[in-house]
C-alpha cells in the first residue's frame, strides 16, 4: 500500500494536519505514474511495442515543476500554521480539454498540439486555490469525440488498468485511467453524452456529470456548448462530492454557470437513503443495437451480468431504506443517440470553425495562394478523422434547407427527453422519484480496436448517459461489481436539476453497503 | 437504398468546411454520414405535436440562475505578447492574415 491508495479526502486530512507533507504524496503520485504509464502520448508515434500495450498511457504532459511548487506552497502554509485548502497536498489530472495557464493544452489533437494557454480554466482555478496539485494533463478522445479514447492524435491512446487489451472508455479515458490506476487521486473530465460516466464505468471508478451549470465552462475548449459538463472522477463517493463542493458555483467569466448556493455535500453525505423514491425504467433495462446498413434498431436485453449488478444495487438500496419504484416509463430513451447525432454535430461544428490557423494552433507548411487555401490546408491537416466528421454533419443537419427536418426537429425530440424526466421527478406525479436507478453502459470495456471507426456503434455506448446530457439533468456512476472477464460494471443514478446532493447520498449508501464485497477487494490488473 | 449524401454533395460541404481530403478518407468519411444519416432517420418516427417546443438547453435559464452582466470595465491583460507570439504570423504586433481572395473593381 502506497499514499497513492488512501482516499482524497483522508490524504487532504493528513496534509492539513501535518502527518503527511504534500511534496511526500505528489513523490508518490510520480513513482506511480513512472511504475505504470509508459510513455506519454505524442503525435506521429509509430508501432506500439509489447511495453507499450501492457502500460496504461493516461498522460500526454506531465507538469511536475508546477506541481512542485504547489506542494512546497502547501508544506509551507502547513508549517507556518496558515489555514490550507480542502485539498491541500492532493495530486490530480486534468483532462486536457481544459486551459491550465502556460502548459499546452491540446484537446489531444494536432490543430492544438503546439498551443499554450494563455489563462486557466475556472474549475481549475478552484482546484488549484483549494490547494490540489496539478499533475499534468491526460489524455481524450479528440477535441472529446468518441468513447474509447482511441481517437486521439497523441498515441498511445490510454488503455483500461483492469486489462490494457482494453479501451478505457472517453473521451474523458485518460482522468478515469489515472484515477483507476492510482496515478492521481482525483481527475477533472467533462461529459457531454457520458464522457464521464462511461469511462469511470468501464474504469471501476466513481464518476460525476453535474447539473449543466453547475461548474463553470470557463477555459474548456467548447464541443457541445448546451451540453458540456465538467465534472469529478474519483476512486470513492466521499472524494467526488469533495472535489465537486471546490468547482461548483457561478463564475462571471461563464453567464451559463448557475449563481446559486452550492449545497455542503459532505455534510449530506451520510444522510442515507432511508424514504428516497428511487426508480428502475424499462427503457434503461434493454440496448439499442443499430444496423448500420438499414439504419433500423434492434432492442434486446441488457447484458445479464450488467442487468443483475443494476438489480443488485436495487436491492441493497432497499435494504437501507429506499423505496424502489419499478416499472417508471422513460418512452423517449431511445431517441437520445439519434437527437444527439443532429445536436452536438450542429453545436460541435459551430465550435470549431475557429480553429483557423491565424490567431493560434496549427497552420500548415505547405505553400498557400491566399487565405482560403490557407484555410483548407489547415484544418485538412491539423484535424483528425472524427472533427471532420462532427463539422461536415454539423453543416449539413442545420443547412437552411434541410434545418427544419433534422436540427430543428431534434431540439424537440430533446424536448420529449427531458419531459420523461421531468414527469419522473414531478413531486406531484405518479412515481414522484428522487433519482432514477440504471446501468451505465450497454457492455463493460470492449478491446481496443474492436468498434474504433464504426462512429454510429461507438456512439451508441453512450446510450444509457446521453439522455442526462440532453435534459440537463446530474447524474453518478459508481462501480457495482465485476464480470465474468473481471471487468467493472457501472451503476448511474440520475436525479433532478442540482439535486448532486441526493446522487451523493445515494451513492454512498449503495457503497457502504456493498463495503465488502469480494468485488471491492480486486485490484486492476496494472496494479497487482 | 441510395446515399443521402452524394459524393456530389460531400465535395459541397467539405468546400463549405474550409478542408480538402485524401480521396480514401473521403470514402470512409462518405460512408459513416450516411450510417449516421440512417440512424438519425429514428427521429422521424416520433409523434411531435406542435405545442412540443424546441429546446436549446434542458436546464431552465431562468432569471434566479443568472449571475446578472459584469461591470463593462477595463482590465488589463498581463500577457498580450505571449497570447500574440502564439500566433503563427505576426508584425509589430498585428496578427498577418494571408491574402483574402477578391476581384479588383475596375
Redesign the interface.
Known amino acids: 500500500m502506497t499514499l497513492m491508495d488512501f482516499s482524497a479526502f483522508i490524504v487532504a486530512q493528513k496534509v492539513q494536519n501535518g502527518e503527511l507533507t504534500a511534496v511526500e504524496v505528489l513523490e508518490a503520485a510520480l513513482e506511480r505514474i513512472k511504475a505504470v504509464d509508459g510513455v506519454p502520448g505524442e503525435l506521429d508515434y509509430g508501432e506500439l511495442t509489447e511495453e507499450d500495450r501492457q502500460k496504461v498511457h493516461a498522460f500526454i504532459t506531465l507538469t511536475a515543476d508546477r506541481a512542485y511548487e504547489q506542494a512546497r506552497k502547501v508544506d509551507h502554509q502547513v508549517k507556518s500554521g496558515e489555514t490550507v485548502g480542502p485539498l491541500a497536498g492532493v495530486p490530480v489530472s486534468i483532462k486536457d480539454i481544459f486551459c491550465v495557464k502556460g502548459t499546452p493544452s491540446t484537446a489531444a489533437s494536432r490543430m492544438l498540439a ?3 494557454a ?1 489563462y486557466t480554466a475556472t474549475p481549475v482555478e478552484r482546484l488549484e486555490a483549494a490547494g490540489a496539485l496539478t499533475l499534468g494533463k491526460v489524455n481524450l478522445d479528440e477535441y472529446t469525440y468518441g468513447s474509447s479514447t482511441e481517437s486521439s492524435a497523441f498515441q498511445p491512446s490510454t488503455r483500461n488498468p483492469w486489462d490494457p487489451g482494453r479501451v478505457p472508455g472517453g473521451s474523458s479515458g485518460g482522468s478515469a485511467a489515472s484515477v483507476a490506476a492510482g496515478e492521481a487521486l482525483l481527475s477533472l473530465g467533462t461529459d457531454t453524452a457520458g464522457s464521464i460516466r462511461q469511462p469511470a464505468a468501464f474504469c471501476g471508478v466513481v464518476g460525476m456529470k453535474p ?3 453547475r461548474v463553470s465552462r470557463y477555459g474548456l475548449i467548447a464541443f457541445g456548448s ?1 451540453l458540456d459538463c465538467p465534472g469529478p472522477v474519483a476512486r470513492d463517493v466521499r472524494d467526488a462530492a469533495l472535489m465537486l463542493s471546490v468547482m461548483a458555483g ?3 467569466r461563464d ?6 448556493p452550492v449545497p455542503d455535500y459532505l455534510a449530506s453525505l451520510e444522510g442515507g437513503v432511508k424514504g428516497m423514491r428511487i426508480g428502475l425504467s424499462p427503457e434503461y433495462m434493454q440496448i439499442t443495437i ?1 444496423n ?4 433500423e ?1 434492434d432492442i434486446q436485453p441488457l447484458p445479464e451480468e450488467i442487468r443483475r449488478a443494476t438489480l443488485h444495487a436495487a436491492e441493497a438500496l432497499a435494504k437501507k431504506g429506499a423505496e424502489i419504484v419499478e416499472n417508471v416509463p422513460m418512452p ?1 430513451t ?2 437520445g ?3 444527439y ?2 445536436i452536438s454535430r450542429v453545436e460541435a ?1 459551430s465550435n470549431l470553425h475557429r480553429f ?6 496549427y ?1 500548415t507548411d505547405s505553400d ?5 487555401e ?4 489547415t ?2 491537416e491539423g ?1 483528425g ?1 472524427q472533427p ?2 462532427r ?3 454539423g ?3 442545420s443547412a437552411a434547407q434541410y434545418s427544419e427536418q ?1 436540427y ?9 427527453i ?1 419531459s420523461d424526466f421531468e414527469a419522473a421527478f414531478d413531486p406531484k406525479g405518479a412515481t414522484h422519484l428522487d433519482a432514477l436507478l440504471t446501468p451505465t453502459t450497454p457492455t463493460t470495456a470492449f478491446r481496443m480496436v474492436d468498434i474504433y ?1 464504426d ?2 456503434l461507438m ?1 451508441y455506448a453512450d446510450q444509457l448517459t446521453v439522455p442526462a ?5 446530474p447524474g453518478i456512476s459508481v462501480p457495482g461489481g465485476l464480470d465474468s472477464d473481471g471487468l467493472p460494471i457501472g451503476i448511474q443514478l440520475l436525479a433532478p ?1 442540482y439535486h448532486e446532493t441526493t446522487l451523493f447520498q445515494a451513492g454512498y449508501a449503495f457503497e457502504q453497503a456493498t463495503l465488502n464485497a469480494d468485488w471491492r477487494k480486486v485490484k486492476p490488473e496494472v496494479l497487482r | 437504398m441510395t446515399d443521402e449524401i452524394t459524393p456530389e454533395l460531400f465535395e459541397h460541404l467539405v468546400d463549405l468546411a474550409a478542408f480538402a481530403f485524401y480521396p480514401t478518407e473521403a470514402e470512409y468519411l462518405r460512408k459513416e454520414l450516411n450510417n449516421q444519416l440512417k440512424a438519425i432517420h429514428l427521429l422521424e418516427a416520433v409523434p411531435l405535436d406542435s405545442n412540443i417546443p424546441p429546446a436549446s438547453h434542458g436546464v431552465p435559464y431562468t432569471a434566479q440562475i443568472r449571475s446578472g452582466l459584469r461591470e463593462d470595465t477595463w482590465e488589463p491583460c498581463d500577457n498580450p505578447d505571449e497570447i500574440l507570439a502564439q500566433a503563427p504570423q505576426i508584425e509589430d504586433r498585428y496578427i498577418i492574415v494571408p491574402d483574402i481572395p477578391h476581384t479588383e473593381l475596375e
Open positions: 503546439n498551443f499554450i494563455p447539473t449543466y451549470g448546451s457561478g463564475d462571471q453567464s451559463t454557470a448557475a449563481a446559486i443499430p448500420p446498413e438499414t439504419g434498431v423517449n431511445i431517441y443517440i439519434p437527437a447525432f443532429v461544428a483557423d490557423g491565424v490567431k493560434y494552433g497552420r498557400f495562394e491566399d487565405l482560403k490557407m484555410y483548407r490546408k484544418r485538412a484535424f478523422l471532420k466528421l463539422i461536415l454533419m453543416m449539413y443537419v433534422y430543428q426537429r431534434a431540439l424537440r425530440v430533446r424536448s420529449l427531458r471507426g462512429t454510429v456512439q446530457n440532453h435534459a440537463g439533468i436539476d
